[in-house]
């Protein structure tokens, strides 16, 4: 006899795995930082993904500044602790604007332990425009709600200003940069990565029905509140069915992201 189809897709997804050492958080982040190339969301050297470790003492990953994201390997990203030191040792730097941000985030928010930052061109289009992040296409219908906003104070080298950004985050796991780009916080790297690529891709399609100079469809917003609950981005297991398909993917074609 037939079996009916499972249209919450929960017996296929992947559950999260809890309690990642950090061997296993440096594979992730560096798989992130290679598929972010490989998807073309990278911005030469800069843009920043960082994630926290586990332990009382807040120290997390970031990338070593100078070094293309094609490049980065497990071993290869830095440890630094909340006031910015390197932890360790280490043959490069770390972005001072990357370590705004992320510690300003990691200090705040003990929910989340992964920060996704870029500047993609369509990312940045809609960070200037007016009417923002609009929600016409089921990708956009995730966020429905769910976007902050951060208006632009120049580049993030001010420590005060990891204050008010989040302030303006606030309980949110995506916000805006304004006239800067994109940034997407998760529980895991998996998910971090899921929210940042379909924001992305969210804003791509904006910017492509916006250049059509004609007038857009703006479903109801209840319609717009139904879609999000339904592609719900709360799901504790956010994006860990792609995740583990992409990771299937690099190890393919270059493993090496893991030495």
Known sequence: MAQPIDLTLEFYAPKAKADLDERELRIQLAAAYRLLDKFKMTDLLSTHLSVRLPG?????????????????????????????????????????????????????????TCIFHTHTRYGIAVSALECGFLPISQFAMKFYNRVAYHDYEGVALDLDERERLVKDLGDKKVMILRNHGLLTAGRTIPETFFLMYYLDRACEIQVTAQSASTKLIIPSESVCEHAAQQQNIDDENLGQLEWTALMRMLDREDPSYRH
Do not use: C, Q
């Open 56 to 112: 009382p003492e807040h120290h997390f990953l970031i990338n070593p500044y100078g070094m293309m994201f094609h490049e980065i390997t497990a071993s290869s990203l830095v440890k630094i602790d909340i006031e910015g030191n390197i932890i360790g040792e280490s043959e490069w730097p770390v972005n001072p604007a990357g370590f705004v941000i992320h510690s300003a985030i990691h200090a705040a928010r003990e929910d989340l």
